[in-house]
């Protein structure tokens, strides 16, 4: 069974300052880590996905996450947060065993705010 | 735009009645899943369709049912509505071929039982 914990339903920081968002998940096999952002009455966009190519993944709008098997974690960064980043953002993880459901198990989700 | 495309954008309904929601999914992929997005709830996997055949359920009540159909839309039939279906239900769909299998997902459709 995989589960996902998202630290911190709220997060605000300045515009220009680190977003650091904190994600970690539980996995009984390898998993497939991704994040998504739901902007105010919108669906969910891809951000950024982990497949086990590459443990520091670049996605889009300037985010980046960290695969740290160790630490079980796959927390999302971007640099310098606009304005634009405001949003709720969704961590998600997936098995990567064949066979079984292809289902997304999601946090509970991080809302974001950026103040000028 | 993901390319994965769901109608209607919103519904407003009364209780004990029955609704369909309808999704393409995005061009040439055979999986298509629903979600139910609430404010309690989170979000949260109501099952799964590959090529026309079930493929996987979760927490879907007894009351909703959905199908894939040959052209590979699906369709969410949701009856006998309470209040506390009202929530956000989104579709998403994947082609396996590609690597993680990522789900993409569409606008969704904001129900309302009032």
């Known amino acids: 069974a995989q589960s996902v914990t998202q630290l911190g339903s709220h997060v605000s920081v300045s515009e220009g300052a680190l977003v650091l968002l904190r994600c970690n998940y539980s996995?009984?096999?390898?998993?497939?880590l991704f994040w998504y952002v739901q902007y105010p009455n919108q669906g969910l966009q891809l951000l950024l996905k982990y497949t086990s190519a590459a443990t520091l993944v670049k996605g889009i709008n300037g985010f980046e996450a960290e695969f740290k098997k160790s630490e079980t974690s796959f927390h999302l960064t971007k640099p310098s947060a606009h304005m634009s980043d405001a949003a709720e953002y969704f961590c998600?993880?997936?098995?990567?065993?064949?066979?079984?459901?292809?289902?997304?198990?999601f946090g509970k989700g991080t809302k974001l705010t950026v103040n000028p | 735009d993901s390319g994965v495309t769901q109608t209607p954008k919103h519904l407003i309904t009364a209780t004990g009645q029955r609704v369909t929601l309808r999704c393409s999914p995005r061009?040439?992929?055979?999986?298509v899943y629903w979600y139910q997005q609430s404010l309690d709830q989170g979000l949260q996997f109501l099952i799964q369709?590959?090529?026309?055949?079930?493929?996987a359920k979760g927490n879907i009540l007894e009351r909703f049912s959905a199908q894939q159909f040959p052209d590979l839309h699906s369709e969410l039939n949701l009856s006998s509505l309470e209040l506390g279906d009202s929530a956000l239900y989104f579709c998403a769909s994947s082609d396996p071929r590609e690597q993680g299998d990522t789900q993409y997902f569409g606008p969704g459709t904001r129900l309302t039982v009032l």
């Open positions: 369709y590959y090529n026309g055949e079930e493929r």
């Open positions: 996995s009984s096999v390898p998993p497939y």
């Open positions: 061009s040439g992929d055979l999986s």
């Open positions: 998600a993880v997936k098995g990567q065993s064949q066979g079984g459901s292809d289902k997304l198990v």
